[in-house]
């Protein structure tokens, strides 16, 4: 086990990030992930721009509700989660309707106010500055169009059946970890995003914000795919020295969810809950002062590099 090193890296250096992780951490939550997607109502025959799509997880899931007249474009930085995602859409119903680009965020490989819809899910988490990212996104919606921020919110994450001074001190330190790991090199990251997406949308000047809870409970027997989520997740609290916590905390803390006797997952009485967020806000395509000049300097960028069929 990679105790103390950056955990499922992927080749931006982002932890969490590697694709064996992103597709089981999908699997596990595809119930939750698939009501989420229903609940927004997409009209049929939407264009849908996946911006942080990875490797295209929630690519059949957008196209089960825009139907054979949408259009979905997946955007990341990732070149390998894009060559996964576009190697994913082979021989699927929608692969015509599909398309993946390497761009970011903030430069969108569209012409403005042309999407009807910008999804973007577990992405918010590594902007260093979100309303800026959102304000930069909504000049490419069209009027009235919509975006929707799913995010993941640690702050709301219990495992019963684990002390909870020591959860306590576990999430404490990583949280004070993530507040400046920046300046030791690593890129940044908020994993207690999710609870503030809202405010951020506000600010970035969308209008009629919404936030919808999606509460994750899982009890003992854990499907092998959930399992394998959960001790990925409690290496990554105590990585890369964790240097808020104490030696023996970082011990008893693993030893929780690895330990072959007395692992907690393996306990009838074992529960864990999470809650993630999906936000939406509604673009009236007025762009802020602020915000004018930076988007008149990035809607002219050429996008980076085209994968296509
Ligand atoms: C945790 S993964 C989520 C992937 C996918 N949305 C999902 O939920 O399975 C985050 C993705 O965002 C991409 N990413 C991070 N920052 C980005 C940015 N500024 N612009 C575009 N993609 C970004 C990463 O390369 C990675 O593929």
Not at 147 to 165: E, L, N
Request: proline share 5%.
């Amino acid at each position: 086990m990679a105790v103390n090193n950056v955990v499922h890296v992927n080749e931006c250096g982002l932890p969490l990030n590697a694709i064996a992780w992103l597709v089981k951490h999908h699997q596990s939550k595809i119930h939750e992930r698939t009501q989420m997607i229903r609940d927004l109502q997409l009209e049929k025959g939407s264009f849908v721009i996946d911006a942080g799509c990875g490797p295209g997880l929630w690519t059949p899931l957008l196209a089960e509700v825009i139907g054979a007249r949408g259009k979905i474009l997946g955007i990341d930085i990732s070149t390998e989660a894009l060559v996964t995602a576009q190697r994913r859409s082979h021989h699927t119903w929608y692969r015509q309707q599909v398309q993946y680009k390497r761009a970011t965020l903030e430069q969108l490989p569209v012409e403005p106010g042309t999407a009807d819809v910008i999804f973007s899910a577990n992405v918010s988490q590594y902007l260093p500055d979100p309303v800026a990212t959102f304000a930069a996104m909504g000049p490419y919606l069209k009027q009235n169009g919509r975006i929707v921020i799913k995010d993941i919110d640690f702050g709301t994450m219990k495992f019963h059946s684990i002390d909870p001074f020591l959860q306590q001190r576990v999430f404490q330190a990583r949280q004070l970890w993530e507040s400046e790991r920046v300046d030791h090199g690593y890129a940044y990251e908020d994993s207690w995003v999710g609870s503030k997406l809202a405010q951020y949308l506000e600010a970035a000047g969308y209008k009629d914000v919404q936030e919808s809870a999606y509460r994750i409970v899982r009890q003992h027997v854990l499907p092998t795919n959930f399992r394998f989520y959960l001790q990925g997740i409690a290496e990554w609290f105590v990585c890369e020295g964790a240097p808020y916590l104490s030696p023996d905390d970082v011990t008893d803390w693993l030893q929780c969810f690895t330990d072959d006797e007395c692992n907690v997952l393996d306990q009838p009485e074992f529960a864990s809950e999470e809650t993630e967020y999906v936000v939406a806000g509604r673009w009236d395509g007025v762009v802020s002062r602020f915000y004018a000049d930076m988007h008149i300097d990035i809607a002219h960028r050429e996008p980076l590099l085209i994968i296509n069929d």
